[in-house]
C-alpha cells in the first residue's frame, strides 16, 4: 500500500507567519486534507490537542485512542494508519519544521532526551486547568495571527508559540517524572525492565546521548563512540535500538544537524570554518552531507534566514 505524505493544509482556520509552511496553526481538523490508508509527514512535527470526540489509530504500528484533553506529539517521518474517528471529533493542531524550533526559542530549555521521551510516550492527558491555560493562549495567538498590523508581528507569534511549547513541555515532563515514581515504587513496572542488565544498557544509551550531544557535531563515526564506551558498534546499535528505537547513525546526524544550523543562522562564520570546526574532510563534503539532510545548500539555507530575520 502506497504510504501517503501529508502536509498543513491552507483556506479558513489555518494561519501562517508568512507564506512559508515552516510554521503552522490550525483552529480544527478537516476531513477532507486526511488521506486514507497510511500516511506520514516528511518535515515537520505536529503538536495536536483533542478538543473533543474520539479517534483510533495506529503511530508506527503502535494503537493509540486520542479523546478530549490528549495531547499527542506526531514526530517526523512516523506513519499513522488505521484512523477511525467519531464524527465530533476536533483537534487544534501546530505544524513545525526543526528549523523553525530556532526561531521560537526553546532549545535551550530541552534537550534531546525529551524528544526521545516524546518518540515513546507520544500522548499525555491535560487536566482540566491545563486545558484551560493551553486555551486561553491559543485563543490570543490566533487572535494575534488574524490581526498583522502589529510591527513586530512575527516575533510577537513566535514568542506566544514558544510559550505554548514550553507549557507542553512542562506537562510532559511532569508526566515522565510520574512514571519515573511509580517505576520506582514497583508500579506498572515490568520485570524484565528492573533487571540489573536492563538498567545498564539504559545507563549506556543514556551515556551515548551526552556524548553526542556534547561533541556539538564534531564526531560523527558510530565506532568513535562505541570505542569510548568501551563497547562494540554492534552492541550500541542493538541496545539504541532496544532502548529508543532508533539507530545511533540517527541521533548523530540529528546532533550534527543541530550544530550546523546554529552555525550558519546565529554566527558569522564561512562554510570552510564550518566545514573545518566540525571536523570535516573538505567543503564539498560538507555541503553535500548538509544537502542531503536539509534539501538545500548551507549558503541557501543561511541566506533563507538571514533574509527572513531581516524583513
Not at 108 to 137: A, C, E, R, W
Not at 185 to 193: A, L, T, W
Request: with cysteine; aromatic share 10%.
Amino acid at each position: 500500500m502506497e504510504i501517503k505524505k501529508l502536509t498543513p493544509r491552507h483556506g479558513e482556520g489555518t494561519y501562517r507567519i508568512d507564506e512559508s509552511d515552516d510554521f503552522v496553526v490550525i483552529e480544527n481538523i478537516d476531513w477532507g486534507c486526511i488521506p486514507s490508508g497510511k500516511f506520514y509527514t516528511e518535515e515537520h512535527r505536529v503538536g495536536l490537542i483533542c478538543t473533543g470526540g474520539r479517534a483510533h489509530f495506529e503511530y508506527d504500528g503502535v494503537k493509540y485512542t486520542m479523546e478530549k484533553n490528549d495531547l499527542f506529539l506526531y514526530m517526523t517521518h512516523n506513519i499513522i494508519s488505521n484512523l477511525m474517528a467519531s464524527s465530533d471529533f476536533n483537534c487544534r493542531q501546530i505544524w513545525f519544521t526543526r528549523s523553525e524550533i530556532w526561531n521560537v526559542n526553546i532549545y535551550s530549555n530541552t534537550d534531546f532526551m525529551d524528544m526521545v521521551y516524546l518518540k515513546q510516550h507520544p500522548k499525555v492527558h491535560l487536566t482540566d486547568d491545563d486545558m484551560s491555560l493551553i486555551d486561553g493562549y491559543f485563543q490570543l495567538l490566533f487572535h494575534r495571527m488574524k490581526d498583522r498590523s502589529a510591527i513586530l508581528y512575527p516575533d510577537i507569534v513566535r514568542s506566544l508559540v514558544g510559550t505554548i511549547m514550553l507549557e507542553m513541555l512542562s506537562m510532559m515532563r511532569r508526566e515522565a517524572v510520574k512514571k519515573e515514581v511509580l517505576s520506582a515504587n514497583g508500579v506498572e513496572q515490568d520485570f524484565q525492565e528492573g533487571t540489573s542488565s536492563s538498567i545498564h544498557r539504559r545507563r549506556l544509551a543514556d551515556k551515548f546521548m551526552c556524548m553526542a550531544e556534547q561533541s556539538d557535531g564534531r564526531i560523527r563515526r558510530v565506532e568513535e563512540f562505541a570505542s569510548q564506551l568501551n563497547i562494540t558498534p554492534k552492541y550500541l546499535s542493538t541496545i539504541l535500538k532496544e532502548t529508543m528505537n532508533c539507530r545511533p547513525s540517527t541521533i548523530i546526524q540529528l546532533f550534527t544537524m543541530k550544530a550546523i544550523e546554529h552555525r550558519l543562522r546565529f554566527t558569522d562564520m564561512t562554510i570552510q570554518e564550518i566545514s573545518n570546526d566540525l571536523n570535516f574532510p573538505n567543503p564539498s563534503f560538507f555541503g553535500k552531507y548538509f544537502k542531503e539532510h536539509a534539501g538545500m545548500t548551507p549558503l541557501a539555507y543561511r541566506n533563507k534566514y538571514h533574509k527572513r530575520n531581516n524583513q
